[in-house]
């Protein structure tokens, strides 16, 4: 079964501080990871990806993700957090075999908020 | 220019109608998908079409129908709207569904309001 983990609902912090998002996968192959962002009444906009490679992704707006497999996580990270980036992000996986027809699981999202 | 396109934005209707949704993607992608999204956020794929081909139908009531008249288009047809249907649908495209090209891009949702 594949699944996507985001054990927090809430991440807070300040404006100019690293933030970083969790996110841990379930899949039966090689995982394809994916980050996407959700504005207040807007569409999921793409963010980034691990397809495979290099472990540090780096992707939109400054952000970065980190594949570690032998912890089965895919943490979003960002150097110095803007108020700008208060949304809610949405990990995604989906196993790299044909079978799963392009299904993506997502996780439940985490809402971040920058406090300026 | 827009990528995926979706109308109406916004849907107010009875318990009982009948409403379609359309969704459009100017990208050239093969594989089209759409998603719910419901009051706690949570995303669950409905259904994917590659090549006006069904190849995913979730456990979803047959009062949804997709309809694909081209590869460009994807539409999703309400039957009987019952309140448990009050959610954001999001139709999204991609390039295709096995491979590494397979990056999904989401339109801006549709917001339906059942009463």
């Known amino acids: 079964a594949q699944s996507v983990a985001q054990p927090e609902d809430q991440v807070n912090v300040a404006e100019g501080n690293p933030l970083t998002v969790k996110c841990t996968y379930s899949?039966?192959?090689?995982?394809?990871l994916f980050w996407y962002v959700q504005y207040p009444n807007r569409g999921l906009q793409f963010l980034l990806k691990?397809?495979?490679?290099?472990?540090l992704v780096k992707g939109s707006y400054g952000f970065e993700a980190e594949f570690n497999k032998s912890q089965t996580s895919f943490h979003l990270k960002k150097p110095s957090a803007l108020v700008s980036d208060s949304a809610l992000y949405f990990c995604?996986?989906?196993?790299?075999?044909?079978?799963?027809?392009?299904?993506?699981?997502f996780g439940r999202g985490t809402q971040l908020t920058v406090w300026p | 220019d827009t990528a995926v396109s979706q109308t109406p934005k916004y849907l107010v209707t009875q318990m009982g109608n009948d409403k379609s949704i359309k969704c459009e993607q100017n990208?050239?992608?093969?594989?089209m998908y759409w998603y719910k999204q419901d009051s706690k956020k949570f995303l669950k794929i409905m259904f994917s079409?590659?090549?006006?081909?069904?190849?995913i139908n979730e456990t979803v009531p047959n009062r949804f129908s997709p309809k694909s008249p081209d590869k460009a288009h994807l539409n999703l047809h309400i039957n009987s709207l019952e309140l448990g249907d009050s959610a954001v649908y999001f139709c999204?495209?991609?390039?295709?569904?096995?491979?590494?090209?397979?990056?999904?891009?989401f339109g801006p949702g549709t917001r339906l309001l059942v009463l």
């Open positions: 990208l050239g992608h093969d594989t």
């Open positions: 079409y590659n090549n006006k081909e069904l190849i």
């Open positions: 995604a996986v989906r196993d790299s075999g044909g079978s799963t027809l392009g299904r993506l699981y």
């Open positions: 691990y397809i495979t490679g290099d472990n």
């Open positions: 899949v039966s192959g090689n995982p394809y």
């Open positions: 999204a495209s991609s390039q295709d569904f096995s491979g590494r090209l397979e990056t999904q891009y």
